[in-house]
């Protein structure tokens, strides 16, 4: 299939690159930014442009990657009858894509995409949500071809998705930030936290989380909990946080 | 050397296989209940007791890995002069050792050890603690036996390890649970988080977290924020998780 990519952040690049290396053609990218549209149109070989009246208008599918507000305002824009087109956000419904084709749909990976890291799209599940049996059948082609795991969900589902990707991620990584914060403040380094992170993410590849909690909380030792709040009494809001989960994994514990 | 284990949990099984495999010998396992202590000592092919009274006194090491409260009773009751007794408490002093012999120290993996995972205790940062140079010399022939990675530490910083261990392992495995908490209201299986929390965890062993941090929060997103609330208003307690989290990652984020 023709592909126009509306976007050049992370997710325009990992899947544009992915697109083509299942054999389909990017024929232009679309970035408000000139600079930022030849950036990524000069890794895909192909055309770029920054003005809407310039969009190509030969593509099969017009493929937008780009923040939320952006989405609203750039569809408003821009009218593609007759043509597939596809959102990847976790929490606009499909339907803000109407106003610029009869057929549309949602490509919704759940993943984080960073810059310069590779990430093996096989792995990554897909979810997709389609007007039609003519938007379905673009987004399975687009969507099998990069991965292994597609499944069609609701909206409700997508936004049930984000929410928990959220914690696993965002707030995962925030916790790690906190750690690393903590450790500087003994003068260690963050480095010495990389085997239990590693092992934390990968026994939760085979065993339900709630099966290996560990810590103070889970074996209700308040005399360790009272200890590390007193040694966080300078940080008011990892203190703040470290009750909190201390309470809710207490909460749950047998 | 010689060595008396006491106690046959998880932290006493993977560290008594770990020393035997490197040429100690592991004379005897002590714990207060016979099945426990006769449990790992068919796995370690040694002698069990559960009678104070009958530890084997003919170890140069009495190497304590029992949980908080339990080597504060444990080491009142012995008294092993001459020998190096080591503890493995994240929380308690060394000095809590000087009953029991002048020759103490403490021994702390900064590791989450579970039942049945093999861990690779070469990767694993071993820090000791020794009351004098023969107890130092016996805690470095032990850690470097097993691990790669043996540094000295003190009492303040091992408790600042300790809580920068907890939000690192056991506040992220947490989220992972509550991750897959809020997934099943919608009818998703937490298995389509597991390429996301690899990754996300994956991402920090070559770049510092506060570099890749992304999500609502980080990009001051409030109407995705104010959606995910709504979303968990019936989840009382990580509706109050999210809140500050968010709170947390917005107030460091540029």
Same mark, same amino acid.
């Given at each position: 299939m023709k592909i126009v990519l509306i976007g050049s952040g992370n997710v325009a690049t990992h899947?544009?690159?992915?697109?083509?290396?299942?054999? #389909?053609?990017?024929?232009?990218? !679309?970035?408000? /930014?000139?600079?930022?549209?030849?950036?990524?149109?000069?890794?895909?070989?192909?055309?770029?442009?920054?003005?809407?009246?310039?969009?190509?208008?030969?593509? $099969? @599918? !017009?493929?937008?990657? &780009?923040? $939320?507000?952006?989405?609203?305002?750039? @569809?408003?824009?821009?009218?593609?009858s007759g043509k597939v087109i596809i959102h990847t956000s976790a929490s606009l419904p499909m339907d803000i894509l109407k106003a610029s084709s009869?057929?549309?749909?949602?490509?919704? +990976? &759940?993943?984080?995409?960073?810059?310069?890291?590779?990430i093996n799209l096989k792995d990554v599940p897909v979810f997709i949500e389609a007007n039609n049996s003519k938007s379905k059948k673009v /987004?399975?082609? &687009?969507?099998?071809?990069?991965?292994?795991? @597609?499944?069609?969900? %609701?909206? $409700?589902?997508?936004?049930?998705l984000h929410v928990a990707a959220v914690f696993a991620n965002n707030f %995962?990584? #925030? &916790? !790690?930030?906190?750690?690393?914060?903590?450790l500087?403040?003994?003068?260690?380094?963050?480095?010495?936290?990389? +085997?239990?992170?590693?092992? %934390?993410?990968?026994? @939760?590849?085979?065993?339900d989380p709630s099966k290996v909690q560990t810590g103070p909380a889970q074996r209700k030792? #308040?005399?360790?909990?009272?200890?590390h709040l007193e040694l966080l009494k300078n940080f008011h809001a990892y203190n703040n946080i470290y009750s909190i989960f201390s309470q809710s994994i207490e909460r749950q514990s047998k």
């Open positions: 899947l544009g690159k992915a697109f083509q290396d299942c054999g #389909h053609e990017i024929l232009q990218v !679309y970035s408000r /930014l000139g600079t930022n549209a030849k950036a990524l149109a000069t890794i895909l070989k192909c055309d770029a442009t920054y003005e809407i009246k310039d969009i190509n208008t030969k593509a $099969d @599918v !017009y493929f937008i990657a &780009l923040k $939320d507000d952006a989405i609203e305002t750039f @569809v408003k824009k821009i009218n593609f009869k057929d549309f749909g949602v490509f919704y +990976p &759940l993943q984080s995409f960073t810059k310069n890291r590779k /987004l399975l082609e &687009l969507a099998k071809c990069i991965s292994d795991k @597609v499944s069609e969900i %609701t909206f $409700d589902q997508r936004l049930t %995962t990584n #925030h &916790l !790690y930030k906190i750690a690393g914060d903590i500087k403040t003994s003068g260690l380094s963050f480095d010495v936290l990389k +085997p239990l992170i590693k092992e %934390t993410a990968d026994r @939760v590849m085979t065993t030792d #308040h005399k360790t909990i009272k200890k």
